[in-house]
């Protein structure tokens, strides 16, 4: 990845900042997609002699997608942080799940982990007015882009840690660990306070 970056940006010599960072752009896309398109032809990601069908992928994404604005409602009722507590715990333990060599219970973890992970993303939402009221547009767009980095990085971390461990199976524990990071994160900064304004102000 590195030599990636070093390639692009001395290739392109005196062009301007944003052409530059366009075309790092373009090519980090690229990379993604082929590191993508290897783990599919690898077969599953979690018996290396199962075969993923695109078909069940678009399901996948397109279920996640449909369940944001199901978060979105739920965090309206009961906030946003609440929400993210059992968000963080089922994808702890369907990450679980996903890292086991069976089909089923790979399945099984990979639809769950969308569904929560979509719930997750209506739910986050919610926080940034609640706590960042002045500086909301700010803070929705850095949401936004970490949540385009999201996408970008799990592809090559399963890559690597296949390459290294000979399977996928820690890249999910990698991914259920990091669930439980992330629900002791949201406890300590979002639930243990009552007054979110004046938790942001005070962080401003």
Known sequence: MDGLLLQTIEGLGDAPIVSVGCEIWERLQSEKEQVSQ???????????????????????????????PVGGILADRFGGARILVPVFIAVALLGVLMGCPWMPTFTVGALGAAAALGLGNGA??????????????????????????????????????????????????????????CLAINYRVFLKTSRPVRMATAMI
């Open 38 to 68: 290897k783990i599919l032809s690898q077969g599953s990601l979690c018996h290396p002699h199962e075969e993923i069908m695109e078909s069940e992928a678009s399901e996948e994404y397109g279920h996640e997608t449909l369940m944001r």
């Open 124 to 181: 986050v939402f919610k926080l940034v007015p609640q706590y960042f009221p002045k500086e909301t547009a700010t803070v929705t767009g850095l949401v936004g882009a970490f949540g385009g980095l999201g996408g970008f990085f799990p592809p090559l971390v399963l890559g690597v840690l296949r390459d290294a461990a000979g399977a996928y199976t820690w890249g999910f524990i990698f991914l259920a660990i990091f669930a439980l990071f």
